[in-house]
């Protein structure tokens, strides 16, 4: 079998493969935590390809899926031409259903299902279209920021099990085989509406909402919280360190600073001095 004699060729031959290409060849070695080597069949046969621990299988833990001399037969989903090296996932074929239906979603899609389970890391999301997933509840999953523009407590504030929901798809998760999608993408954007009508300098109304040790947060309209820095709110001198807000304290702040790329506020409030 013909082999490249120099990394130039490697390249070349990486530029004929495509995410999405499948592959066959042999594992060659499986090693901690669990990823394994494969040799590919034919050409690519002198490419290093390797396939994820977490792309291994949905099904079954890496060691009883994959063992050395095994054949396998798996998707390229990253063909890394400056490592030179390409990256497969066994759980794509051995889920095509599933993963021909994720691979064809695209950002923005609206998708409707079913809460199936709550969990303090996200909320699981049974789609009325598409394949069951072969592990989770649901094949839609919905992480915590992703659930609402406003500050929630408990998820339960915002969906319950049962409860139908309508979300946007962010992304395809090849790791785990499931629709990122969001809840709060289909609401307005408070912080945006905010930021369209506000002007450096206006004055409001908020509440303390949080304590920090470099200040304190302050709500200044629905799902809208900028913060106050420890040095705004203190009268100086300090004789002692009481905290001088608590939450649910109402305040009345100045607008300093406004960024619409890391969506903060910078506000101001100088509190009179004790006895003044």
Do not use: Y
């Not at 920021?145 to 946007?168: A, G, H, K, N, Y």
């Not at 600073?257 to 903060?264: A, H, K």
Request: charged share 25%; glycine share 10%.
């Amino acid at each position: 079998m013909d082999r490249p004699t120099d990394d130039q060729d490697i390249v070349e031959i990486l530029k004929t493969v495509r995410v999405g290409d499948v592959v066959s060849g042999t594992i060659t070695h499986v090693g901690r935590p669990r990823g394994a080597a494969v040799r590919l069949d034919g050409r690519l046969g002198s490419v290093p390809a390797s396939i994820g621990p977490l792309d291994i299988s949905w099904r079954h833990r890496p060691e009883e899926a994959i063992q050395a001399g095994q054949r396998v037969t798996a998707e390229v989903i990253d063909v890394d031409e400056e490592r030179q090296r390409l990256g497969l996932s066994l759980a794509a074929t051995e889920n095509p259903e599933l993963w021909a239906f994720l691979k064809g979603l695209r950002p923005g899609e609206i998708l409707r299902g079913t809460v199936a389970d709550v969990q303090p890391f996200g909320v699981f999301v049974a789609l009325d279209d598409g394949p069951p997933h072969p592990i989770h509840p649901g094949v839609g999953f919905i992480t915590i920021p992703e659930l609402s523009w406003r500050r929630f407590d408990d998820i339960s504030e915002i969906v319950e099990i049962s409860q139908r929901v309508t979300c946007s798809v962010l992304c395809f998760d090849t790791i785990n085989g499931e629709a990122r999608i969001s809840l709060r993408a289909l609401q307005p954007d408070p912080f945006k509406e905010f930021a369209d009508a506000a002007r450096e300098g206006q004055g409001f109304h908020g509440t303390v909402t949080k304590i920090v040790p470099f200040g304190v947060f302050v709500k200044i309209a629905e799902g809208v919280e900028g913060l106050v820095p420890t040095n705004e709110l203190v009268p100086m001198p300090v004789e002692t360190p009481e905290q001088p807000v608590q939450v649910g304290d109402r305040l009345k702040v100045t607008l300093i600073r406004l960024n619409r790329d890391t969506r903060r506020l910078l506000l101001c409030c100088r509190l009179d001095a004790p006895g003044q």
